[in-house]
């Protein structure tokens, strides 16, 4: 039996060998669709660990209180039934004081101006840096790692001190070469001196996260002295099982410091950080269905190559198959020379297409910024794909091959 199975493969190799032409383009096509899949599974499968990450990067005992819900802002005024007004300062501040569940800290901040020019002696940038003013608890809260230095501490708050902290962008422009710390830099005239650095935080979905300036908020708001300026709290809960109490304590707590009543909705949004997480996954799950639809369509274009080739090998080889049938070969022999001669184009085929895929993949991956991991799955998937398409695809021809008559297979030309 091993002896017939081992002549069998020794035939599919020829067979190959000798139509090598056509099965490269076979195996090309077969590439092609499955090169398809595996690289757009890699490349969604990176894009939700790249979101993911960011957003567990906060914390996931976090929760947000902004003037709108993360999904109304995305979608832009178009979707908003109603204008939420502001977070004051006021809001902000009476929120703060009258907050005081167990175990948590509240940051606060808020973005003085898109477009500040920073100045570090003879050097300058670009009017396009963020600065924002924040209070000590915004480090932590943010999910913002320390590069150089230290964050700032609760006296330089209250104190509104001439102190600032750098993304990494501002840090490679200016201190490539010295230590930034103690260095002093100037923002609309007003110096400040850096204490701290951040770590890079950028990808393709905050491409401007490390081009940022972090200064106290007391001082970004008599250097930024927008009535309409809009803050933002963040609360971080220390422990889990407290979480959902400590929200709803929350949602109380601001629900009365803008007099709403118990029929009335919030006009403010509150996100929690596991609902952004959810519904990421809700979004890649699109992402996966119309990969999958798009490979399994290039799929099937390969499986018909795959079928016409088989097919007309053997109406090439009909002779061949009548000399065998002649010398004793029974059906099921010729059917699965046939067969093993399919998987094994479709095999390489699968294997050139997961090698091509996980490149490309990587490739998309690293030119977005996303965190690109092993497609393991992508890869089983496009293996046991690629072999479902052979053994499809060569079932016709092989019954075909074994169907014929052994006499007028002699009689071919």
Same mark, same amino acid.
């Given at each position: 039996?091993?002896?017939?199975?081992?002549?069998?493969?020794?035939?599919?190799?020829?067979?190959?060998?000798?139509?090598?032409?056509?099965?490269?383009?076979?195996?090309?096509?077969?590439?092609?669709?499955?090169?398809?899949?595996?690289?757009?599974?890699?490349?969604?499968?990176?894009?939700?660990?790249?979101?993911?990450?960011?957003?567990?990067?906060?914390?996931?005992?976090?929760?947000?209180?902004?003037?709108?819900?993360?999904?109304?802002?995305?979608?832009?005024?178009?979707?908003?039934?109603?204008?939420?007004?502001?977070?004051?300062?006021?809001?902000?501040?009476?929120?703060?004081?009258?907050?005081?569940?167990?175990?948590?800290?509240?940051?606060?901040?808020?973005?003085?101006?898109?477009?500040?020019?920073?100045?570090?002696?003879?050097?300058?940038?670009?009017?396009?840096?963020?600065?924002?003013?924040?209070?000590?608890?915004?480090?932590?809260?943010?999910?913002?790692?320390?590069?150089?230095?230290?964050?700032?501490?609760?006296?330089?708050?209250?104190?509104?001190?001439?102190?600032?902290?750098?993304?990494?962008?501002?840090?490679?422009?200016?201190?490539?070469?010295?230590?930034?710390?103690?260095?002093?830099?100037?923002?609309?005239?007003?110096?400040?001196?850096?204490?701290?650095?951040?770590?890079?935080?950028?990808?393709?979905?905050?491409?401007?996260?490390?081009?940022?300036?972090?200064?106290?908020?007391?001082?970004?708001?008599?250097?930024?002295?927008?009535?309409?300026?809009?803050?933002?709290?963040?609360?971080?809960?220390?422990?889990?099982?407290?979480?959902?109490?400590?929200?709803?304590?929350?949602?109380?707590?601001?629900?009365?410091?803008?007099?709403?009543?118990?029929?009335?909705?919030?006009?403010?949004?509150?996100?929690?950080?596991?609902?952004?997480?959810?519904?990421?996954?809700?979004?890649?799950?699109?992402?996966? %269905?119309?990969?999958? *639809?798009? $490979? #399994?369509?290039?799929?099937? /274009?390969? &499986?018909? @190559? !795959?079928?016409?080739?088989?097919?007309?090998?053997?109406?090439?080889?009909?002779?061949?198959?009548?000399?065998?049938?002649?010398?004793?070969?029974?059906?099921?022999?010729?059917?699965?020379?046939?067969?093993?001669?399919?998987?094994?184009?479709?095999?390489?085929?699968? %294997?050139?297409?997961? *090698?091509? $895929? #996980?490149?490309?993949?990587? /490739?998309? &991956?690293? @030119? !977005?910024?996303?965190?690109?991991?092993?497609?393991?799955?992508?890869?089983?998937?496009?293996?046991?794909?690629?072999?479902?398409?052979?053994?499809?695809?060569?079932?016709?021809?092989?019954?075909?091959?074994?169907?014929?008559?052994?006499?007028?297979?002699?009689?071919?030309?």
């Amino acid at each position: 039996m091993f002896s017939l199975f081992r002549e069998n493969i020794r035939i599919a190799i020829n067979s190959i060998k000798s139509q090598l032409l056509r099965t490269i383009l076979t195996v090309l096509i077969i590439a092609i669709g499955i090169t398809a899949l595996v690289s757009i599974l890699s490349a969604v499968k990176a894009l939700e660990n790249t979101i993911s990450s960011d957003f567990t990067s906060m914390g996931a005992n976090t929760f947000t209180i902004e003037q709108y819900e993360f999904s109304i802002r995305r979608h832009g005024g178009t979707e908003r039934q109603k204008i939420n007004p502001v977070i004051s300062y006021t809001d902000a501040k009476t929120f703060i004081d009258k907050y005081h569940f167990p175990m948590t800290t509240t940051s606060l901040s808020f973005g003085g101006t898109g477009s500040a020019e920073i100045k570090f002696e003879n050097k300058k940038t670009d009017p396009n840096v963020l600065v924002l003013g924040v209070n000590e608890y915004f480090i932590e809260n943010s999910g913002f790692k320390i590069n150089k230095g230290r964050e700032f501490n609760a006296l330089e708050i209250e104190n509104s001190s001439n102190v600032c902290m750098l993304g990494s962008d501002l840090e490679e422009k200016f201190f490539t070469e010295i230590n930034p710390i103690g260095k002093t830099i100037t923002i609309r005239g007003h110096k400040f001196k850096v204490i701290g650095t951040l770590k890079s935080n950028k990808n393709a979905f905050n491409s401007k996260e490390d081009n940022r300036v972090l200064i106290p908020i007391q001082k970004a708001r008599s250097i930024f002295t927008n009535p309409n300026a809009n803050y933002s709290l963040m609360i971080k809960v220390d422990k889990q099982e407290f979480y959902d109490e400590a929200l709803n304590q929350a949602l109380i707590t601001f629900r009365n410091i803008r007099t709403l009543s118990p029929i009335e909705e919030n006009n403010f949004g509150v996100e929690r950080s596991d609902d952004l997480i959810n519904r990421v996954g809700a979004i890649t799950e699109y992402l996966y %269905i119309a990969a999958w *639809i798009i $490979g #399994i369509i290039t799929i099937f /274009g390969s &499986s018909i @190559a !795959l079928m016409n080739i088989m097919l007309v090998s053997v109406a090439e080889r009909t002779r061949e198959i009548g000399v065998r049938k002649a010398m004793g070969a029974k059906r099921r022999t010729i059917a699965i020379q046939f067969f093993l001669e399919t998987i094994m184009v479709g095999q390489i085929g699968g %294997i050139l297409g997961i *090698i091509l $895929g #996980i490149l490309v993949g990587y /490739g998309l &991956s690293a @030119a !977005l910024g996303f965190s690109f991991t092993t497609p393991w799955l992508a890869m089983f998937s496009a293996f046991t794909t690629a072999f479902i398409v052979a053994i499809i695809s060569g079932s016709f021809p092989a019954i075909k091959a074994a169907k014929l008559d052994p006499i007028e297979s002699l009689r071919y030309e």
